[in-house]
């Protein structure tokens, strides 16, 4: 489908059996939309609820809605970038949009024809730290510093704004990865590899939801079995998916980002396993084939080798003497990725 030029800005929702999450979204944006902007939602849900949310809201805006099958985040956002009219893109899960901050956006589209990028700083609920924290809004320096900066972050689908027809031209690449549950990375990282003029909002413009300790159990184990895929998509699929933008990036900035995810997953894992919703089984080793270069790695590697009663005894200790911080890995795979 073309893109409508009328249409500026596409607000593409993924949602799955989330219609509460769907209504505090649909809450947060009922009074900032406008003709330019286009909400397009495709439900993949297996009831009608999100279905007859939708019919509720359009008394307040107009809806494009598809009620589909379910296919995995990687198959539909791909499908959203296509359809999408606007010509910009911005994936949505069960975050909320601040006010004000659609027309904000809109603003910095009409006013910047040559921008290809916008990330939308964001904050999590209970946490004052912003994902990126630079002294005001503005662009980036370039590609390589907004990789460096946004790492992991960059797969988190309400945060990345792009030229819909720049990412159209990597939806091969993005093909390659479905299944992986990172498919939007490859889109994210193929407009930048572009080399456009990327934007940067200082103030947060969406509030994540994290997701509990509890409800991450609750996902990832079922009857005392543990299925995580943390590692394999942010150990193994960032790490591959970075590398086919070798040379698209500088070697440092790839190096820096790979380091920088590595140091956040690893204790993420940690956590996880003292938590009893991850495993280092089967992990191990494809951690240090890839990792050994950098020091951390054979400390994880120590660490998971010692039995999770000890560890749990050197978290208790580290999180006496440390400021303990929510990982990016947890919310950031698990919260939109059921």
């Known amino acids: ?83 999408a009219q606007g010509r910009f893109v911005w994936w949505l899960g069960d975050d909320v949009i601040e006010p004000g901050s659609v027309s904000r956006v809109l603003k910095l589209i009409k006013e910047e024809s040559d921008i ?3 990330w939308a700083n ?37 945060a990345t704004i792009f030229n819909r027809e720049k990412a159209l031209s990597g939806i091969s690449l993005a093909e390659k990865y479905v ?5 939007n990375l490859c889109i994210v990282l193929w407009v930048l590899s572009q080399r456009g ?22 996902m990832t184990n079922k009857g005392g079995i543990i299925n995580n895929r943390g590692f394999e998509v942010y150990g193994i699929t960032f790490y591959n998916i970075l590398h086919e933008f070798d ?10 980002t790979i380091k920088k995810n590595f140091s956040s997953f690893w204790r993420g894992m940690v956590v996880g396993w003292i938590g009893e919703w991850d495993t280092p089984k089967g992990k191990r080793l494809p951690l240090i084939r ?12 120590v660490l998971f080798f010692i039995p999770r009663s000890i ?19 947890k919310h950031l795979f698990l919260k939109n990725r059921k």
């Open 290 to 301: 890839r990792y050994w270069i950098f020091p951390e790695a054979w400390l994880a590697f």
């Open 1 to 83: 489908m073309e893109s409508n030029k009328k249409v500026l800005l596409s607000l593409c929702i993924l949602s799955y059996n989330q219609v509460d999450e769907i209504r505090r979204l649909f809450d947060s944006i009922k009074n900032q939309i406008t003709p330019e902007v286009e909400v397009f939602i495709r439900d993949d849900s297996n009831n009608n609820d999100t279905e007859n949310l939708v019919n509720e809201y359009t008394a307040f805006f107009p809806i494009r809605y598809i009620h589909g099958t379910k296919e995995g985040i990687d198959k539909t956002v791909i499908f959203l970038t296509k359809e």
């Open 197 to 218: 003029k990327c934007f940067y909002f200082r103030d947060p413009i969406i509030t994540c939801y994290p997701t509990t300790p509890e409800e991450i159990k609750r």
């Open 122 to 158: 964001y904050h999590i609920v209970g946490h004052s730290k912003l994902a990126i924290d630079l002294p005001k809004d503005g662009y980036f320096e370039s590609v390589d510093q907004l990789l460096e900066l946004g790492y992991s972050g960059l797969g988190f689908i309400s």
């Open 311 to 329: 560890n749990r005894i050197l978290f208790s200790f580290y999180k006496l003497f440390f400021s303990h911080r929510e990982f990016k890995y």
């Open 116 to 118: 290809d990028f916008i």
């Open 179 to 183: 299944g992986s549950l990172f498919s």
């Open 247 to 256: 040379g698209k990036f500088s070697k440092e900035a790839i190096k820096k």
